[in-house]
């Protein structure tokens, strides 16, 4: 089984993460989840989601996993009946306190042990597989060596995470938000104050902690090899453009290594499309050694927010495509449009409509809808962006 | 020589001297970092170097499977003045379980067991739990109520907040060609200043002044206060064991046990 699990941070998201590709998504719902600052799924919502995942035949995942206080118990114990009353996949939780209640209760939920238990050796894998827990979510400081090891010694599924912001600290292991802030990052208050700069013993260069992101495309043949089950993308907080993109270029590149078609070229590209979209420069961490300063960001670091993300494509009528506006284009501008069951492809503004199909010039306010003329396979949802990478460059 | 108080202290040391001003006292248990098991310690023990009686190790690295291996192998061969141990990772509980032993087994799962049935559930397989210091003072008297077991209270010294596997203090080093040392000090844009210590299995960051729960010494249900010698000079620690006040005009930090944290930003806007 390889499964590419994406974030959803509320339900449009999580429709974008399916239709681009993902098997499965994990969400958070008001409560017990560290997204808490995300908008997350009301009750009803997961209900919707999960319907709307099992109908495409694939899997919804609940986060039941911040570090629980006396108080947060209160009403656990029926947010975990309600949550298997509506048939969830898995909840994904960290604290023994979640694991402990659903067992005693019999709730039919499948554990996940979450990343933020950091779970790094086969023994500790081996306590939480006689708790009850199907999946391990590794801890992201696993090496290739620590993954091979747990699998074989444990032959639980494991989920490692292959794209996204990575925690300085162990997960679960920081509160310095707690005592800089009084936010609680294990209740999903985290303020990232790993990711601050600070003066080092009076020295003239400021310390930075802060990691680069992770990617992990070079790797994700590697991981298949090791018995890797599920590939997790971070980014709960992220845009329907971001999980698209990431998603798209992640599920082509499974497809690829399914059909032992993948090319260096295919991954120096999407990694280009997946930086360029994240605003962050995104590498492999811990998988294959020990992260250095090459693997962090100190002062010199940009990040400069792109426009690239142009439309989205509601309908496609015989040619004739609606696109919801969401940055600034005009009439000559090259562009690219991706999506799903379809390829990519290059295409440059000659007319844009305005809703009465008056010819316009630009494409100026967010939400506007246009009209343009296109006579390729182009699905509904699929996205069209600025193009910045040629793939032809690459070969 | 200490006056004899009735509390029974944990107490975690780095220094060699206040060992042995420390060993003799009835009411205190010693506990020592174990070298190679260990982050955040300016000095850590050898197993073999630990000669005192009724001594307790410390194992806070977050384990990789080499690492289990070692320990596996350490635990076997474990010499009988030792006595307990007090843990980080969940897979030194698993092997603990596994391996035929009569250690009091102590769960310090940092910035975990933040509730009452968290701790029950894992005192099903250990003796006691090191409840967090993440919690308000109210939250601990009521686990400490409903705890089966007496448990282990965070009650003095540096509380370490934030435990990385990267190298940061080399990493910074190697990056800006400098030379400072494995133990520096930092300071924030608020004037917030922290303490970093790495070692080859990590680094380790800690707030720069101790937390002080000495208060905590009359509650009941407790096995053990935790004193954390970390930083602290030998005099320094010798007044906080033998004080019977509770020293807040000189450690006024008592970090979150005053106030609850928040979870949500517009919790703060309330």
């Known amino acids: 089984m390889i499964e590419l699990l994406a974030p959803a941070g509320n339900l449009e998201r999580l429709k974008f993460a399916f239709i681009y590709g993902a098997d499965a998504v994990y969400i958070g719902g008001y409560e017990y989840s560290l997204r808490a600052n995300a908008i997350n799924f009301s009750k009803d919502e997961l209900k919707e989601a999960v319907n709307f995942a099992h109908n495409l035949d694939k899997k919804v995942y609940v986060t039941v996993n911040i570090v629980f206080h006396n108080n947060d118990l209160t009403n656990l114990k029926q947010y975990l009946e309600e949550l298997a009353s509506i048939h969830v996949d898995a909840v994904i939780v960290s604290d023994i306190a979640v694991i402990e209640i659903v067992k005693e209760n019999n709730i039919p939920l499948e554990i996940h042990i979450s990343t933020q238990a950091s779970t790094l050796n086969y023994q500790a894998a081996l306590f939480y597989k006689n708790l009850g827990a199907k999946r391990i979510v590794l801890a992201r400081e696993a090496s290739k060596e620590d993954i091979k090891i747990i699998k074989e010694k444990t032959n639980l599924d494991l989920e490692c995470f292959i794209q996204g912001a990575m925690c300085t600290s162990f997960s679960g292991k920081c509160v310095l938000s707690n005592v800089v802030t009084n936010r609680d990052s294990n209740r999903g208050g985290c303020a990232q104050i790993c990711r601050w700069v600070f003066n080092i013993n009076n020295e003239d260069k400021v310390f930075s902690m802060t990691p680069k992101d992770l990617n992990m495309a070079i790797y994700l043949k590697d991981m298949i090899d090791i018995g890797v089950n599920s590939f997790k993308v971070e980014g709960r907080m992220r845009s329907i453009y971001y999980i698209a993109t990431v998603i798209h270029e992640y599920h082509s590149l499974f497809s690829k290594i399914k059909s032992n078609t993948l090319k260096e070229s295919d991954i120096l590209y999407s990694n280009d499309i997946i930086n360029r979209c994240a605003n962050r420069e995104s590498i492999p961490q811990f998988f294959a050694k020990l992260p250095t300063d090459k693997e962090q960001y100190y002062l010199g670091r940009e990040e400069i927010s792109n426009q690239d993300f142009l439309g989205l494509v509601l309908e496609n009528k015989d040619g004739l495509l609606l696109i919801e506006q969401r940055n600034y284009f005009k009439k000559g501008d090259i562009v690219e449009f991706f999506g799903p069951n379809m390829e990519t492809f290059e295409y440059k503004i000659e007319e844009i409509y305005d809703e009465f199909m008056q010819i316009i010039e630009v494409a100026r306010h967010p939400q506007m809808r246009v009209y343009l003329k296109c006579n390729q396979a182009i699905t509904k949802n699929a996205i069209m962006r600025l193009k910045v990478f040629d793939k032809r460059n690459y070969l | 020589m200490l006056k004899k108080m009735k509390n029974n202290y944990l107490v975690l040391v780095t220094n060699k001297t206040i060992i042995k001003k420390l060993s003799k006292e009835k009411n205190i248990t010693l506990l020592f970092p174990v070298a190679d098991f260990t982050v955040g310690f ?31 192998e350490m635990i076997k061969l474990l010499p009988p003045n030792i006595k307990g141990i007090v843990f980080d990772d969940i897979g030194v509980l698993q092997t603990l379980k596994e391996i035929p032993n009569n ?144 020293l807040l005009d000189e450690y006024p930090y008592e970090y979150l046990s005053l106030k609850e944290s928040i979870i949500r930003i517009k919790e703060r806007e309330k």
């Open chain 2, 42 to 72: 300016d000095n850590s023990f050898f197993i073999n170097e630990i000669k005192e009686e009724n001594a307790y190790i410390y194992v806070n690295r977050l384990l990789d499977n080499h690492g289990i291996e070692k320990f596996i």
């Open chain 2, 103 to 246: 250690l009091t087994k102590i769960l310090y799962l940092s910035h975990f067991n933040c509730n009452y049935l968290s701790i029950n559930t894992y005192l099903d397989y250990i003796d006691s739990v090191v409840i967090s210091t993440d919690i308000t003072d109210d939250e601990l008297k009521t686990i400490l109520k409903k705890a089966n077991k007496p448990l282990v209270v965070y009650t003095f010294g540096y509380i370490p907040i934030m435990y990385s596997r990267r190298q940061l203090l080399t990493n910074y080093n190697n990056h800006f060609k400098k030379e400072v040392p494995l133990i520096s000090n930092l300071v924030n844009d608020l004037k917030q200043e922290f303490k970093i210590v790495e070692n080859p299995y990590g680094t380790v960051i800690y707030p720069a002044k101790p937390f002080n729960g000495l208060k905590y010494r009359n509650y009941e249900n407790v096995l053990y206060y935790l004193i954390n010698t970390l930083f602290l000079s030998d005099d320094e620690i010798i007044k906080i064991i033998n004080s019977k006040s509770n």
